[in-house]
């Protein structure tokens, strides 16, 4: 597979090592509009630099798009019309119509289209999914310290769109509502947000996000009947609880079997470049394709939205947090 890489900030030079390392794989080059930054990340991967990424996808098979969220739509238009698979970083693009036009287009062509939700290929998260039952309440807590980057959308499109993604393959039912809380702190766009998502099935999801802390966190709890399971996804550790029918502890508490299982050498990014490789090879979906992409996008942009309103209307943050 001849792969390349458009957009070589942060996350696109680790997509540039992963394929320089991957059997199977031929680096090409790689592709950014930042003259200095590409020759440099070019020479450290042993590959052609680029400024158009035009000429790049005259090269190549296959591209990873790690470009700001603004330029998606334009670069898959590209890469469509080159003949090009692409693994495209999340969010898929900035509004529903625009990631309907690409699924679309990439269909006719028979293109791979894989969007970048990377926590699904996390292996806390691949570990818990077999001991999914009948989830009932999800309580979600994706809490991080401000970087310098990201900030060219606000914190839903940033980080809680990881944790919609993930919930809406968890719970196997059509949402019905959606309430929401959020505010910008530091940047222009909301900083910190808190979203509930009810299913028709009366599941519910709670979900918090912000990226003005002073400390990290990323957890997802999710009670089911008969127990829980705790995922830890930046320990790459998962907690399965699962209650004993019939079999008491002193105080009436029914006893418990506990797993707890740690991933501390997996990779998520690798194996989703590996899933990515797989799909080229085979012409499979993937498991992350446009239309999970796209509906993951289509309940964050909701939250965005019921968010503006509500500070339109004068409802702030503090007052519906009860601080």
């Known amino acids: 597979m001849k792969a390349g890489v458009i957009g070589v900030g942060y ?9 320089r390392d991957m059997e199977g794989v ?46 998606h739509h334009q670069v ?18 900035t509004t529903v119509e625009q990631a309907d036009e690409i699924i679309s287009k990439a269909k006719e062509k028979d293109l791979i289209l894989q969007v970048g939700h990377l926590e699904r290929f996390n292996p806390a998260v691949q570990a818990m999914e077999p001991s999914l039952t009948v989830p009932v309440f999800i309580e979600s807590q994706r809490i991080s310290t ?7 959308v606000d914190v839903i499109l940033d980080l809680m769109i990881h944790d919609i993604d993930i919930i ?13 809380v959020g505010a910008p702190v530091v940047t222009d766009f909301t900083d910190i947000a808190n ?8 599941a519910t999801a709670n979900v918090t996000v912000s990226r003005i802390s002073r400390t990290n966190t990323r957890v997802m709890r999710i009670f089911q009947p008969g127990g829980f ?41 690798n194996a989703e470049i590996l899933h990515f490789r797989e799909n080229i090879a085979n012409r499979t979906v993937p498991l992350v394709s446009g239309k999970e992409g796209r509906r993951a996008l289509d309940v964050a942009l909701q ?21």
């Open 76 to 93: 898959a238009l590209d890469c469509i019309e080159a003949g090009v698979d692409m693994l495209m970083e999340k969010p898929i693009t």
């Open 11 to 19: 996350l696109g030079k680790f997509h540039a090592q992963k394929y």
């Open 26 to 71: 031929d680096l090409i080059g790689v592709a950014d509009v930042d003259e200095e930054l590409v020759e440099k990340i070019a020479a450290d991967n042993n590959c052609e630099a680029f400024t158009d990424y035009r000429e790049l996808l005259k090269k190549v098979d296959a591209v990873s798009v790690v470009v700001p969220t603004i330029y």
């Open 303 to 323: 939250v965005i939205q019921q968010i503006k309103d509500h500070r339109k209307l004068g409802v702030y943050a503090e007052d519906m947090l009860g601080n």
């Open 229 to 269: 399971i705790n995922v830890d996804f930046g320990k790459r550790k998962v907690m399965t609880l699962h209650l004993k029918k019939g079999e008491f502890q002193e105080n009436g508490m029914p006893k418990q079997d506990i797993v707890v299982r740690s991933f501390p050498e997996g990779d998520a990014l």
């Open 168 to 180: 809406l393959n968890i719970i196997k039912s059509p949402l019905e509502t959606i309430h929401t």
């Open 146 to 152: 401000f970087k310098n980057r990201g900030v060219d």
């Open 195 to 202: 979203a509930r998502l009810i299913f028709e099935n009366g």
